[in-house]
């Protein structure tokens, strides 16, 4: 929506699960502006098993059924992961003999293989690799958010011709608030925004408020979202008696500039494997920026060197968060602004949704053109 619904030439249908995070969403249908948003049928989940495999393919099913009725779109628009939502929109555009535009947000199967979900060379490993090539080069176009993406999708097999590098960012006049959102919380407050699952390394988290929690006391760390690891995260604050540690459920996307402007450090954090080093965009970290906060990532590679060298924060080791927020705290309030203003800038030359908005409409147009 933050991205489509600034297209001026076209108009979007938008097709998401009814569920998030397991939890059942009620069936939605609504429109603004050029943007129309519906959700169709997935079955439920509640851990990374077979109960989530079936949500993917009830996602497919529900999907396609949906995408073959009613007037033909000129462009199908598929987002991954998972997989199949490529799949999906492969059926779609070959059913109704529209142009595929396939858009990698992570890349999978190499991410599964990396967090120890998939055995590498395994029977599966080598099904997803094989669903992965095939969804790639049945594209008309191919879109990466980071730049270590494109270079893995050059090497499936793809021309480079057909690959566009397409971030993710956010609009730096969306964050600003007149009224911050009320977090009941005091201190120096460290936030975190985002999914909580495996993938997401919130256990750093928890190491560096044990660290710091007798000797920074102010430091306060503030953890939003929902995900399947979040039950397990919130037993382990408890059970070691992490009084710096908040939790806040899922709250909605027009709230997240409010929460931003309440609290002091963006913190964007995963867990420490090889894939996140070169194939992530991490929207959170925008978001961040955009809301001119001062930022604490600790992914190394092209994340940190967006960090570092937009003068945004800081960039430390995956387990480096402690020191990370030491840093933060000593740097004070002067550096913290810069930091924050450096960011702001960066997001708005180049990370804004505007920006992006009219590269996405050039890519729509050159999609059909062909």
Excluded: C
């Excluded at 393919?57 to 000129?74: A, E, L, N, Q, Y």
């Excluded at 199949?84 to 492969?90: F, K, N």
């Excluded at 955009?290 to 992914?299: C, E, R």
């Amino acid at each position: 929506m933050e991205l489509f619904g600034r297209l001026s030439a076209w108009r979007t249908l938008i097709l998401a699960s009814d569920r998030v995070y397991g939890g059942r969403r009620s069936r939605t249908r609504w429109s603004e502006g050029n943007v129309e948003f519906r959700t169709v049928f997935t079955s439920g989940y509640t851990r990374n098993n077979i109960g989530r495999i079936l949500n993917w393919v009830t996602f497919v099913i529900s999907t396609v059924g949906r995408g073959i009725v009613g007037p033909r779109p000129d462009v199908v628009y598929a987002s991954s992961p998972p997989l199949l939502v490529g799949l999906a929109g492969y059926m779609i555009s070959r059913i109704r003999r529209v142009p595929l535009v396939f858009e990698v947000r992570d890349i999978w199967p190499q991410t599964l293989v990396d967090m120890g979900a998939v055995a590498a060379g395994s029977r599966l490993h080598r099904l997803l690799v094989s669903l992965e090539r095939f969804i790639y080069r049945r594209s008309d176009l191919v879109v990466v958010l980071a730049q270590g993406s494109l270079r893995h999708v050059e090497g499936s097999g793809v021309d480079s011709d057909q690959i566009h590098f397409l971030p993710n960012g956010a609009e730096p006049a969306d964050f600003e608030v007149d009224q911050p959102l009320e977090t009941g919380i005091d201190g120096f407050i460290v936030v975190y925004t985002g999914a909580h699952g495996p993938a997401n390394g919130l256990d750093f988290v928890l190491d560096a408020a044990a660290d710091l929690q007798a000797d920074l006391p102010q430091v306060q760390f503030l953890l939003v979202g929902a995900g399947v690891d979040k039950p397990r995260v919130v037993e382990r604050a408890h059970s070691e008696g992490l009084t710096n540690v908040h939790f806040m459920d899922l709250i909605p996307k027009s709230e997240i500039p409010a929460l931003l402007s309440a609290v002091d450090v963006g913190l964007h954090v995963l867990s420490d494997v090889p894939v996140f080093r070169f194939g992530v965009s991490p929207n959170k970290l925008f978001d961040y920026m955009a809301a001119g906060l001062p930022v604490i990532t600790n992914t190394p590679g092209e994340v940190s060197e967006i960090v570092s060298g937009s003068e945004a924060g800081l960039a430390v080791a995956p387990d480096g968060i402690g020191e990370g927020v030491r840093q933060m705290v000593a740097a004070g309030e002067a550096t913290r602004r810069r930091w924050g203003s450096n960011g702001r800038d960066f997001v708005e030359t180049n990370r804004s949704r505007r920006v992006i908005a009219r590269r996405l409409e050039q890519l729509l147009d050159k999609a059909v053109s062909e």
